[in-house]
């Protein structure tokens, strides 16, 4: 709830930089233009698995206007393009580098590959068959074996979580529900494609410009990919239109520092929309079993599974704990593969794993609840981690963070107490995260004027840097609209991690609070000169230093920051750099509303109550943007979004014609709830809350479907063709 006595933490302002957004002001990456420019596009292998018999350059090089045609041949050994092999349908083979884009699209085409196509790992359950293609020859895998001791294919990673009796525990049960789900890859599907340019200088220093959610992970990972110290490398960090995760990772960018160094001109890379499908970072796809008991009072005492994650050429794994949830489960048997396969590695894509995982554990507790004849809500509240709880993270709760998150949505949602018609379900999901922590800083300086200058190497992807104004305008009793903050490159501030894992408002919004109160008391200190009162003495409010009891003896902030300037002690400043603070989970809770056609199979979403605890809202309009936006991404998961790949590993909707998101009339007006409770390392009170929002939604909406025709739907997403055939498979059952 809003705190009275704050003046700007709290309130409901708009993003500072959105009229330079709207109107076009803003610079992103593909608006750098440098003299001499050249530009760079990627040959990309039609096939999802095959080996590299030749390459002919010799075309593309004798066209007018070609500057330099790079393959893996002239890399030395770097490993940025494929050299005898290529793993998934995009994978880069060659880079064009031309005086004009249109050149280099059409050099691309001139280049001639022999390939020898192989078979293809595809899916992640068939993958691990012991007589399924290898997806990636060469690659380390675990020794994992079936249950007749064939060793399973392409297990890149396994883990596994064994706690209590299991068996004794199903066996003592009085329901227990087990399923099999499936969720395919999932892009995230930002409004900008990614663009970089990579400007190599005559003292053998780069400069890089691109858009990502941390410069300086693109530093290291550049440095990594090339073999040279970061200390070559100046990454500026841009404006970026959407990344979700995926932009914590290199597209081209160490394509386009290569081109540069070799060229000696600055080299820009624009990816186009179906390269960001064939060779993004979309989020991981899998195949769980789940097995989940319960006694007749709704306590869940068992689970039991396994999951394989669509890992692609990475052979990437995922949390295991999240199949439990925020639950407290005293038995526990879980096993976890990540498998490669002939895709792209998969990347983030907000709270990484914990959607797929909730549609397995969320729906399986919804059919316990059914199975028992229990209230859906009550299961729930009768199993979630309470105070003094320890967390699957290592976290002793100091609130029921999450009971209260469910009564707050039950009783927005009027949770049985709304007169659904015939085919018209609700259905209740939960999710949780612990908001990371990580570097981050905040530099503040006061003009003569009294307006403060913040400077900080954390990335906005969410409104932060609004919010960090209003932090420090909160401290310095200053307007918000006084406070500029800026972004620095990896020349200008110390490392900085990224903007992901709802740690950025955490943590830089921490620093922006102590870089503040260490102006503040800078103020004090000079105010106190000027008025010829102790600093003890003074109160900072209203913009103004006065003395305590004294109003009259006041001056102003602008007045004390322009005497400061010709002080000994120089300008009135402030800086805090962090290392890490301790983090405390988020949970989120979804109840959607549906109503279902039997005949088509189609599901209409009639509502959606999203509510999240948040500790404090730093500011309400832009929490409750993310937490739209993320129940928004969702829903469109669970009803119409998903990769779809053939079985020669070949993506078949790769643009946003055949890939599927929702437009205005797919979705209701989303109704949110702030539970607000303090947390206690937060600034002010606050939580992270990018990440929350996206897990319940999908299973939230199977759990509608079955309350309003009695089918569970358990594949992704769920077309009305899928609830047809669920329905028919109802019917013959």
Known sequence: MPNPSLNSVGKRVGRLNGPDIVTGRTLYADDIQLQEMLHGRVLRSPHAHALIRSIDTRKARKLPGVVDVITAEETDGLSILARKEVRYQGDKVAVVVAENPDIALDAVELIEVDYQVLGSATDPFEGIAPNAPVAVRGAKNEDVRDENGKRYRNVAARDEIVQGDVDAAFAKA????????????????????????????PGGRVTLWTSCQGSFNIRSAVADAL????????????????????????????????????????????????????????????????????????????????????????GRNGNLARLVGPYNVPNIRLEGFGVRTNKPTPGAYRAPGAPQTAMARESNIDALAHKLGIDPIDIRLKNAVRKGDRTSGGVTLPHDWLANTIKAAAK?????????????????????????????????????????????????????????????????????????????????????????????AYSAGTAARKAAEGARERLL????????????????????????????????????????????????????????????????????????????????????????????????????????????????????????????????????????????????DIRTVLVEEGCEHGPYGAKGVGEPPIIPGAAAVANAIYDAVGVRVTELPMTPERVVAALDQARED
């Open 174 to 201: 009085d329901a227990v529900v087990e399923n099999i789900y499936r969720a395919p890859y999932w892009h995230q599907t930002y409004m900008e494609p990614n663009s970089c340019t990579a400007q190599a200088q």
């Open 412 to 504: 927005e949602a009027r949770w049985g107490k709304t007169g659904l018609k015939k085919n018209q379900g609700m259905g209740i999901a939960c999710g949780d995260w612990q908001n990371g922590s990580g570097p981050t800083n905040a530099f503040i300086a006061l003009s003569e004027d009294g307006s403060v200058q913040v400077l900080t190497g954390q990335v906005d992807i969410t409104g932060l840097h609004t919010v960090m104004a209003q932090i420090v305008a909160e401290v310095l009793t200053v307007p918000v609209g006084k406070v500029t903050v800026q972004l620095g490159d990896t020349d200008k501030v110390p490392y900085t991690s990224l903007s992901a894992g709802s740690k950025a």
């Open 525 to 668: 200190q000079e105010a106190a000169d000027i008025l010829e009162a102790a600093p003890a003495d003074l109160e900072l409010k209203g913009g103004k230093v006065s003395v305590i009891g004294l109003p009259s003896r006041s001056v102003t902030v602008a007045d004390v920051a322009s005497s400061a300037m010709d002080s000994n002690d120089g300008p009135v400043t402030g800086q805090w750099i962090v290392g890490k603070i301790p983090t405390y989970p988020s949970y989120s809770v979804n109840i959607a509303t549906v109503e279902v056609d039997p005949g088509t199979g189609r599901v209409h979403l009639l509502d959606l109550v999203a509510a999240q605890d948040v500790g404090r809202a730093l500011n309400p309009m832009l929490v409750e943007g993310q937490i739209q936006g993320g129940a928004t991404q969702s829903i469109a998961y669970g009803m119409m979004e998903g990769m779809i790949y053939d079985e020669e590993g070949r993506v078949r909707n790769a643009n946003l014609l055949d890939y599927a998101i929702p437009t205005a009339p797919d979705m209701p």
């Open 227 to 314: 073999k040279i110290g970061e200390g070559r490398l100046r990454v500026v960090p841009l404006e970026m239109g959407g990344g979700f995760g995926a932009k914590n990772r290199l597209f081209c960018e160490a394509h386009a520092v290569f081109a540069s160094i070799r060229t000696g001109r600055p080299v820009k890379i624009l990816i186009n929309r179906e390269e960001e499908f064939l060779d993004g970072h979309p989020a991981p796809g899998c195949w769980v079993r789940l097995k989940t008991a319960a006694r007749k009072d709704g306590s869940i005492t068992a689970v039991e599974g396994r999951i394989l994650w669509d890992g692609g050429i990475g």
